[in-house]
């Protein structure tokens, strides 16, 4: 201070002017500078949503941006307060020009860390309206995230002034180096400092801190596809309006989780254009595409709650469905008819061996092929062997024998299943098609009456079919 008296001294005994200082603009001058450093940094932030994607609704851009342009009312005129407040070491100017650039690096570094930092306290709380920036709801969750974000502005700002008063001498010494080509020039020093700087790092600043504070869709999709939550992932899809993604997903991860073939049939079906709804039906009709087999009637009880889809748009899968069914009756009354022929065929072969007396006119060995010659062990399967060929252990055609002992194995274990009631219920939950899975149990013949003095079996007869009627 002794010195720039000095120097005012000097010039007041040569009689020259004093030495200029820059000093910021005041009253309605301020206004209009700092309202055109908003439209430049709103202009740029709108920029950034039309090339985002997937792009955010109007309505969610507004509340983002919407917390910035207050923060950063706040901030702006923070700035000038304290240019203006503190000791006159340097020209306002280079004070305000130290101060906004300390805060877009020092400032916005903890003010980011600090937001991180609240979405942490607020998981380990569990108190969602400040989990995830940017995820509303709700105008008054807006609000509780705008009350957060301006505390945090605050607090930074408290810190940063406390670092630009603790070193202010080196600062101005730093801000008089930078700007002393400019010192001759106070109305120059005066358009970069508070116009074209500040429309730069505005820019820059308004663009990192909106990708902090919009919501995080990059992370969200990220952790449901590492989850395997297919179904979130899909819901994402569809607050989102990405109807492209939404599609890929059901074709990728549709075939083992038929839920995401009803929620899409339903996203679309609500819908004007009935574009995306053909092609997901097509898709159910393409036996290319793996799609579980999902009931017709459910999607048709779906698709009739849209009041505006035209019939046109549904009939051709109605009637794809209905040739697909009478093509699966024919083939399953043909696979009937065959099995009917073999039973009886079965049958007579029982009743033959039971109550007719069985001939044996075969003449070779059918293990060495030589001619039979007494002694002669004959089976009632047809086969004859010579009693050396055989051990006298064997109680069974060795011809036979081991297709005979893996269907009397496959029936033991058939028999062991049908206790084991919880790898029932497991296949029944992970099955496309539960009925198919009960019938294919029923064919099996696992499903036996229970002896009345079983009462341990009848015990668990009854949890079983009491977690059978509770789940489903």
């Known amino acids: ?35 055109l ?18 792009k955010r609704s109007v309505e969610i851009w507004m509340m983002d941006v919407g917390k910035q342009g207050l923060g950063a009312v706040v901030g702006h005129f923070t700035n000038i307060l304290i240019a203006i407040s503190l000791p006159h070491v340097t020209d306002q100017c280079v004070w305000y020009f130290l101060n906004f650039f300390i805060d877009f690096t020092l400032g916005m570094v903890i003010s980011l860390s600090l937001l991180r930092l609240q979405q942490e306290i607020a998981l380990r709380t569990n108190c969602p309206a400040l989990y995830e920036s940017g995820d509303y709801g709700s105008p008054p969750i807006w ?37 002393s080509p400019l010192a001759a020039h106070p109305l120059s020093e005066l358009v970069i400092v508070m116009i074209v700087i500040p429309s730069f790092l505005n820019v820059v600043q308004f663009w990192i801190q909106d990708s902090f504070l919009k919501r995080d869709v990059g992370g969200k999709r990220y952790l449901y ?15 989102e309006g990405d109807d492209l993604a939404v599609l890929d997903q059901v074709k990728q991860h549709g075939e083992s989780n038929p839920n995401l ?34 009931p017709p009637l459910q999607v048709v009880a779906i698709l009739s709650q849209a009041r505006d889809l035209p019939l046109s748009v549904v009939r051709p899968y109605v009637v794809s469905q209905l ?40 003449t070779k060995c059918d293990l060495c092929s030589h001619d039979l010659d007494l002694p002669v062990v004959h089976f009632m399967c047809g086969h004859s062997f010579h009693q050396n060929c055989i051990s006298e252990t064997d109680r069974e055609c060795m011809t036979c024998g081991p297709e005979h002992r ?21 296949q029944l939950e992970t099955a ?41």
């Open 323 to 362: 040739k697909q069914d009478q093509a699966h009756i024919d083939k399953e009354k043909d696979e009937i008819k065959k099995f009917q022929q073999d039973t009886a065929k079965m049958r007579a072969q029982v009743t033959a061996l039971s109550s007719k007396a069985m001939v044996f006119q075969a």
């Open 406 to 426: 893996h269907f009397v194995a496959l029936q033991s274990s058939l028999q062991t299943k049908a206790s084991n009631h919880e790898l029932f219920f497991n």
């Open 37 to 54: 450093l908003f439209v430049i940094a709103l202009t740029s932030l709108w920029y950034k949503r039309h090339v985002e994607r997937p």
């Open 225 to 239: 596809q590492k989850l395997h939550m297919y179904h979130m992932l899909l819901q994402h899809h569809m607050e």
């Open 432 to 472: 496309t098609d539960g009925f198919n899975t009960i019938a294919e149990y029923f064919g099996k013949g696992i499903f036996k009456p229970v002896d009345d003095d079983d009462e341990n079996h009848v015990a668990e007869s009854v949890g079983s079919n009491e977690r059978f009627s509770n789940e489903y």
């Open 143 to 179: 609000g509780v995230q705008l009350t957060a974000w301006l505390s945090i502005i605050i607090f930074s700002k408290g810190i940063v002034t406390s670092v630009l008063i603790s070193s202010s001498a080196t600062l101005s010494s730093i801000g008089n180096a930078l700007f």
């Open 1 to 35: 201070m002794e010195w720039a008296s000095g120097d005012e001294q000097v010039a007041s005994d040569l009689s020259l002017p004093p030495p200029q200082r820059c000093e910021l603009l005041s009253g309605i001058q301020t206004y209009f500078v700092q309202m």
């Open 261 to 294: 073939w009803l929620l899409a049939l339903k996203y679309f079906s609500d819908q004007k254009d009935p574009g995306h709804l053909q092609t997901l039906l097509s898709w159910m009709m393409d036996t290319s595409v793996p799609a579980p087999p999902i």
